[in-house]
């Protein structure tokens, strides 16, 4: 139970992740 939460946090934690890092790679 507690390994599905975290791989369902792990996946939203890595999608909202690349979107700004990405921006800031454009940024710079």
Do not use: D
């Not at 996946?11 to 990405?22: E, H, L, Q, Y």
């Not at 921006?23 to 710079?28: C, D, E, G, K």
């Amino acid at each position: 139970m507690v390994r599905c939460e975290t791989s369902n946090q792990n996946s939203r934690f890595i999608a909202a992740a690349p979107p700004p890092m990405a921006f800031a790679s454009t940024a710079t």
